[in-house]
Every structure is written in structure tokens, then in C-alpha cells.
């Protein structure tokens, strides 16, 4: 079987035409198996739904219980047949619950990353490789100048900038699903036990991770209190509310702000960081080029961010790729 046979772009996504099923579909769709629940991949209205446990919890908390017409749990590393089709989902270590899927027939492996990144991760289970004949990765970060600095030294960075500013509220941006809850995660590794502010829009989503066993310690809404008394204290919310009347009850804020995009520094001039931490959830330039060797693929397939430098490596380096150009799919809201 050719891998165009097993696996297809179309306009509504990626295409199992033998299975009958999209993966991580940018419409509306039958039967849709989804890789993570952020909303460039995860979407309302399908018929039917694949996905981890966490994942389907994760879209039922963001869009209701009615997000789907039906539900499937995958159990990872245990395949199932769809219409002949084999499909196993295998931790990508991007978010809870994150999955790449690996779809096989008449001895074709495909393997669909989703995004993924290779990082150690207190609120997720790691990256796990799965050897196949096709790997479809993304490549957010796929430019050599994106290699993603010490995850710890970046923390260091905001922890020494609370001690030297106590005057200051230190608001940290992130998305809310994941990163939110990993940078906590990382803050409690490197011992701050402090409170954490969160914004409200943040509050379900850590209440889960809780729920799941990921201790995240206290988490106090960021709408209690005067302006002094978050004087020295650690807000985590949107980027995008840190330019309204939102920020303005903070104490001299100071805007902070994680992402794999701050190693462009006109970037985070124009958003107004004074503390730009380059963490990510995301795959480096490294990493994903690592990535494809250990699979042991001949055929790469990219499905979005930097595919032409990658799909260039791809070819210097003997490898068959092509970029697959699905429009839909780019970083979370942040």
C-alpha cells in the first residue's frame, strides 16, 4: 500500500480513506480521532470522537458535554481496528493527555505526531518514539535558530527577578491549557511554594490537572485583594489581558511572558516583555530533527509551522519529504 492510499490531505484535514476517519479534522466531520485538546486540533460538532481519556475531558470542560455526537476512549499503546485500519495512540508529551497516533495497514506504519516535544514535563506523560515508515510532524519551531534554552535557567531567570523587584507584580504569560500548568509545575521543582495568581479563565483547567494526580499547589484567584497586596506575588494569565483594564489592579506589574516564540527578541519588544522566558511545548529545531532520525522513516510529511526549511533538511539529509500545507493548524490562542 502507498502512503498516499493510507493517509491523504484533504480540506476537512487528514484523511484515513480505508478507515474512514479524519485525524485532528479543522471541520466538522463522521468520525474524527483528535491528538490533544488544544483548539487548532481539538474542535466541537464532530460525530464521533477518538481520543485519551484526558483529552475527551479536556474538550468536554472547554466546549461542553455535547461536544461530540459520540465518544471513544484510547487506552495508549493499545491498538484497535477501524474499517482494517490499525490505529495506537502513543504519548506525545505536549499537554495532558497529547497523543501521536500511529495508523498501519498491510505493513505500512504512519505515525501522526500532533505536536510534541521531547522536554521532561512534571504535568504530562514524556515523548515516546515509535519507529514507522512515514512520521507527519509538525514544525512550529522548525528554524535552527530556535534551540530551546535549559527549562530551569529560564525559571531561574523569573525567580531572581521576584527577589530583586518585591515591589513589583510579576504577571507570567501562557496559554491556558498546558503550558499554564506546566510552568507551575516547574516554579514548585525549583522551590517557589508561594501562592500563585491565576486568572480566571485558567482556573477549570488547573482544577483538572489536579484532579488527575499533578500537584500544583495553591492557586488563588487573581480577583481577590487590594493592589499592594500583590506586591511582590506571581499572576499567571493570558498575554492577551495583560494590555486591558485587567493588568491595572496590579501592583507596578511587571509582564513576563513563556514561549518558544521570545527567542526573537523584536517579538517580545513589540508585546511589551520586560521578561521574556524562551520556554516551550514544542519541539526545537534539534529535537525535531532528532526526532526523524530515531523514527527511522523515509518519508516525512509536515503538516504545519517552518515546513520548508525542514522539508530542505529532510532532502540534504536523503530523506523523502514534502510539506502537506493543512490550513488550521498553528499555536493555541495566546
Given at each position: 500500500m502507498r502512503a498516499e492510499e493510507l493517509l491523504q490531505p484533504r480540506p476537512a484535514g487528514l484523511y484515513c480513506p480505508p478507515g474512514d476517519f479524519y485525524i485532528d479534522p479543522v471541520r466538522a466531520v463522521d468520525r474524527a480521532l483528535v491528538t490533544h485538546g488544544h483548539a487548532d486540533h481539538a474542535r466541537a460538532g464532530h460525530r464521533s470522537v477518538m481520543a485519551t481519556r484526558e483529552t475527551l475531558d479536556i474538550m468536554a470542560i472547554r466546549y461542553g458535554d455535547g461536544f461530540a455526537g459520540s465518544r471513544q476512549t484510547a487506552l495508549p499503546g493499545?491498538?484497535?481496528?477501524?474499517?482494517?485500519?490499525?490505529?495506537?495512540?502513543?504519548?506525545?508529551?505536549?499537554?495532558?493527555?497529547?497523543?501521536?497516533?500511529?495508523?498501519?495497514?498491510?505493513?505500512?506504519?504512519?505515525?501522526?505526531?500532533?505536536?510534541?516535544?521531547?522536554?521532561?514535563?512534571?504535568?504530562?506523560?514524556?515523548?515516546?518514539?515509535?519507529?514507522?515508515?512515514?512520521?507527519?510532524?509538525?514544525?512550529?519551531?522548525?528554524?535552527?535558530?530556535?534551540?530551546?534554552?535549559?527549562?530551569?535557567?529560564?525559571?531561574?531567570?523569573?525567580?531572581?527577578?521576584?527577589?530583586?523587584?518585591?515591589?513589583?507584580?510579576?504577571?507570567?504569560?501562557?496559554?491556558?491549557?498546558?503550558?499554564?500548568?506546566?510552568?507551575?509545575?516547574?516554579?514548585?521543582?525549583?522551590?517557589?511554594?508561594?501562592?500563585i495568581y491565576v486568572h480566571g479563565a485558567f482556573a477549570r483547567l488547573c482544577e483538572y490537572y489536579q484532579t488527575q494526580g499533578i500537584e500544583l499547589g495553591a492557586l488563588p484567584p487573581a480577583t481577590t485583594g487590594e493592589k499592594v497586596d500583590f506586591a511582590g506575588k506571581l499572576v499567571l494569565g493570558s498575554p492577551s489581558a495583560f494590555s486591558g483594564p485587567w493588568m491595572r489592579r496590579f501592583a507596578d506589574p511587571l509582564i513576563c511572558y513563556a514561549s518558544g516564540w521570545m527567542r526573537i527578541r523584536q517579538r517580545a519588544r513589540q508585546q511589551g516583555v520586560e521578561l521574556p522566558m524562551i520556554i516551550s511545548d514544542h519541539a526545537d529545531w534539534r529535537e525535531l530533527t532528532q526526532t526523524i532520525r530515531e523514527t527511522g522513516a523515509q518519508k516525512v510529511w509536515v503538516t504545519h509551522g517552518r515546513e520548508e526549511a525542514l522539508v530542505r533538511w529532510c532532502t540534504l539529509n536523503g530523506i523523502s519529504a514534502r510539506p502537506l500545507n493543512i490550513v488550521g493548524y498553528d499555536d493555541e490562542s495566546e
Open positions: 493499545q491498538a484497535v481496528r477501524i474499517g482494517g485500519v490499525g490505529v495506537t495512540f502513543f504519548p506525545a508529551g505536549h499537554v495532558l493527555g497529547s497523543a501521536q497516533i500511529l495508523v498501519e495497514r498491510d505493513g505500512l506504519r504512519i505515525v501522526v505526531s500532533g505536536d510534541y516535544k521531547r522536554r521532561s514535563d512534571p504535568t504530562c506523560s514524556g515523548f515516546e518514539l515509535v519507529p514507522c515508515d512515514v512520521f507527519i510532524t509538525e514544525a512550529t519551531f522548525g528554524l535552527p535558530v530556535f534551540v530551546h534554552p535549559d527549562d530551569g535557567e529560564e525559571i531561574g531567570k523569573l525567580l531572581q527577578s521576584i527577589a530583586d523587584f518585591p515591589g513589583r507584580t510579576h504577571l507570567l504569560g501562557a496559554y491556558a491549557l498546558g503550558k499554564a500548568q506546566r510552568l507551575i509545575g516547574l516554579l514548585r521543582s525549583c522551590g517557589y511554594h508561594e501562592p
